[in-house]
């Protein structure tokens, strides 16, 4: 009897995921649709910071996945989700970094947990609604991860951690979509969520005041210090270092006759430094912790081009090995506040050729 493929549906309760389990049952594959709660811990759940995966984002998803004849659960990961991210996410804003949550919830939470429930339920692969594309390269013996065709919705930056293993039991049926494509159908389908907006924030801090949210989270208050100027001078106070990154300029409420913008922190003392947009640029950085994708590690230097944040165009660098499985990029051009805790993404075009957490930047 010929098997009929499978697929675990991750559901967020927004258009993209319900289009995608649409496009799965249109090809005649085994659905179940799932929806991760990850954030339910009741010291955070305050009513003026609505928590993720919602009440409401959870009877979308149902809804959808009724009216497409599939099964569908709610699992509740909410307690390995505080340990791999959130308690992640506070580590390194309070060493001073800044992190990606969103890339530590893809590496720890979606795909790993979800392929371990895909098994559980004889399902071969798992399918969400990002814009990216999987496929495999027969010369290189490798699944390699590409660029969403249209580059405007493109979410590979974000899926640099996917291992091997993991990309071969996934799919991501929108990586040739457009958005609007994606809506128009869910429009003809009649999907509730048809006309619902994109989610802009990190998921368990809406509204984006992630300092409060630290301070809720841990009990600890992050107390004011005093905002210096390249030269060591005393320019202001600010509201705690770790509520401040490197290149911001909102909030700081410095007169200083020409504008500044956050340049280093000192966490022991509390001190934020600050300077002219000019003195943000860095030529080098040092990533750790890489995963290689379309390749299997770095034997020497390559030319690549890489980017150090979500929404940066690509820039030509060169990339060497270093001690520890770290390796050095070197960009012909200095790149504006490269950020400790962010993440150095490198391609070879449309190809995601592997990533790493940026732990210095520095100029030769």
Known sequence: MEHTPGALIAMSGGVDSSVAAY???????????????QYSNPNCSLAQFPTCCSPQDIEDAREVAFQLDMPYEVIDFSEAFKERVIDKFVRVYESGGTPNPCIDCNRYM???SLLEVARKHDLDYVVTGHYARVEYDESRGRWLLKKALHDGKDQSYMLCRLTQKQLSHI??????????????????????????????????????DYGTFMEQYTGKTYPPGDFLDEDGNIVGRHRGAVRYTLGQRKGLN??????????????????VTVAPNEHLFSRSLIAEDMNWIAIPGLDGSIRIQAKTRYRQQEQWATASPTEGGRIRLDFDEPQRAVTPGQTAVLYDGDIVVGGGTIVEAFNP
């Open 171 to 208: 799919r991501f049926p929108l990586g040739e979509m457009e958005k609007s494509q994606v809506r128009q159908i869910a429009e003809e389908q009649y999907f509730v969520n048809a006309r619902k907006h994109d989610s802009q924030d990190i998921c368990f801090i809406p509204g984006g």
């Open 23 to 37: 496009l799965m049952r249109q090809k005649g594959w085994r659905c179940m649709g799932v929806t991760m709660r």
């Open 110 to 112: 979606r795909f790993a």
């Open 254 to 271: 410095l007169a200083m006759g020409v504008p500044v913008y956050v340049s280093g922190k000192d966490m022991e003392k509390n001190t």
